[in-house]
Each structure stands twice: as structure tokens, then as C-alpha cells.
């Protein structure tokens, strides 16, 4: 599966973003999906993740009550909803598709992966 973010941007601190991730393919309802992110000089981070038909989700216990994933299997789409957002939440954000049985959250139980979105929140 192909995976393209798109979404990020610039934000004050306190705002609101969502993040879409399109995937190609008829195959999509197969993968759980993952949201992590990156900062400069910082190991990937995992960030949320949602069951291939949506009804499970986990997130990080520092994005817990602030961001919520969802997905659209008909529009072969995964989201994230970020809401107030704080200057920590600066990085690059991709999008990752498991086929590992479960809900995984290591970015090792992912195989495909999107290019990354940029989100800065400023002070």
C-alpha cells in the first residue's frame, strides 16, 4: 500500500490541525493504521493507532485526550485530529500501514510508509 500525508502546517499553540493520509490500493481495510512523528535529532515517535475496521484505537500518553485518529475505509483515508496543540508536537508526521495481528504501536510492526507532513506549533 501507497501512503500521502497531507495537512500539517503552522499553528500557535492552543490550535487545531487534522491530518489526512490517502492510501492506494483495494486493501486498505486489511491494516491497522499508525500516526508517529519525528523531531530533529529525536528517535520516531508513535503517536496513535486504529484496528483495520476503526472500532480499537491507542494513543501516546502524551497525545491522550488531545488527538483523535479515525479512518474512512470507502475513502481509503486515516486521520488526525490534533487538537490543542503545543510547541512539543513540532515533527514531521507520516502515516504507517501493519498487517501485524493486533493494535500495534512499534514502528517496527509497520511495512509501508508515507513521506511525512510537517507541523510546527509556535509559542
Known amino acids: 500500500v501507497q501512503l500521502v500525508e497531507s495537512g500539517g502546517g503552522l499553528v500557535q499553540a492552543g490550535g487545531s490541525l487534522r491530518l489526512s493520509c490517502a492510501a492506494s490500493?483495494?486493501?486498505?481495510?486489511?491494516?491497522?493504521m499508525g500516526w508517529f512523528r519525528q523531531a530533529p535529532g529525536k528517535e520516531r515517535e508513535f503517536v496513535a493507532t486504529?484496528?483495520?475496521?476503526?472500532?480499537?484505537?491507542d494513543y501516546s500518553d502524551s497525545v491522550k485526550g488531545r488527538f483523535i485518529i479515525s479512518r474512512d475505509n470507502a475513502a481509503n483515508t486515516v486521520y488526525l485530529q490534533m487538537n490543542s496543540l503545543k510547541p512539543e508536537d513540532t515533527a514531521v508526521y507520516h502515516c504507517a500501514a501493519s498487517r501485524r495481528y493486533g493494535l500495534p504501536t512499534s514502528p517496527a510492526d509497520f511495512g509501508s510508509w508515507g513521506q511525512g507532513t510537517q507541523v510546527t506549533v509556535s509559542s
Open positions: 486504529i484496528s483495520s475496521v476503526g472500532t480499537v484505537t
Open positions: 490500493g483495494r486493501t486498505f481495510t486489511t491494516y491497522n
